[in-house]
């Protein structure tokens, strides 16, 4: 049995992702009370004709959701039964704006907790051994729902050889750091292409920028030495158990110089039968 366990914060998209793993095939159960996680699982395995990829979301909406999670997953722990948590997250503005979009009420607000701002802030604090134990995490914050559902088919898409995934991303520094990044790298001492009139409105997509970018010594001896630590890195994180690697390049604007080593990257680590996607985070930003 394939068992996912989708949680994170309320506002990030767990619906749509819910939504991705149905059209795959998992046998999707919403807002399920962290007691019952062990039971349903049990259940599931022993039944005849059971679901063989299963998908669980616990949330805030579970009132007992922060005293009752982190035990029950120990238990699927000592149980020995293997699952992977997916978490989804955002930046506390972008949560605030959807809520002020949906005019929906935060499930954390009651006669105490008045305030939504007050609600995120006590979610995310309660949240972080969860978020510190998930296998994936996927940051909505830039992401439109088209996107989140291709992040999620990236991800559980037959689990493709069981294997970890390297993700590569770009992003721009101007919009803030990727929150899921492992490793973070920053190419703004890389000359710019868009200073470049031919290149500015093109992007690292393009093979003349990549070419641009990639022609100095400089991007070359440095994306020699990176790959030397990633490769050194992978093997580490994968005997950890670590079933995401997010490696994130990041320049100004995030069309040019991320977007050309991250593309690089990729290609790198899949000519060595890596598992690998790539996103760029902000290349369509005008």
């Known amino acids: 049995m394939e068992l996912i366990i989708v949680t994170g914060m309320s506002g990030a998209g767990k619906s749509v992702a819910v939504n991705a793993l149905e059209d795959l095939g998992y046998y999707c159960v919403d807002n399920l009370p962290p007691k019952f996680l062990l039971p349903f699982a049990r259940l599931t ?73 007050e609600a995120i802030d006590i979610e995310r604090k ?55 990044a492992d490793l973070v790298f920053d190419l703004r001492y890389l000359p710019n292409p868009f200073y470049v009139p031919e290149l500015r409105n093109k992007t690292g997509e393009d093979d003349d920028v990549f070419e641009y970018v990639m022609a100095t010594e400089l991007a070359e001896t440095l994306f020699t030495k990176l790959m030397d630590l990633i490769e050194y890195l992978i093997p580490l994180y994968m005997e950890e158990g670590k079933s995401q690697l997010v490696v994130a390049y990041g320049c100004t604007g995030g069309k040019h110089r991320s977007v050309s080593f991250a593309r690089r990257t990729a290609q790198h680590l899949k000519n060595k039968n890596y598992n690998v996607v790539t996103q760029h985070r902000d290349i369509e930003r005008k």
Do not use: C, W
């Open 126 to 180: 309660s949240f972080e051994g969860i978020r510190s134990r998930a296998d994936y995490i996927i940051d909505t914050t830039f992401l439109a729902t088209a996107k989140l559902k291709k992040e999620v088919n990236n991800l559980f898409a037959y689990e493709v050889n069981q294997t970890m995934q390297i993700k590569t991303v770009s992003f721009g520094y101007k919009y803030g750091i990727p929150n899921d």
């Open 45 to 117: 395995l022993q039944t005849e004709g059971k679901e063989d990829r299963l998908a669980l979301v616990v949330d805030a909406r579970s009132k007992d959701l922060f005293t009752e999670f982190e035990r029950e997953i120990n238990m699927l722990d000592e149980q020995d039964i293997r699952y992977k948590l997916l978490f989804l997250d955002a930046s506390d503005e972008t949560l605030l704006n959807r809520y002020k979009e949906t005019r929906r009420k935060h499930p954390l607000m009651d006669h105490r907790i008045t305030s939504l701002e």
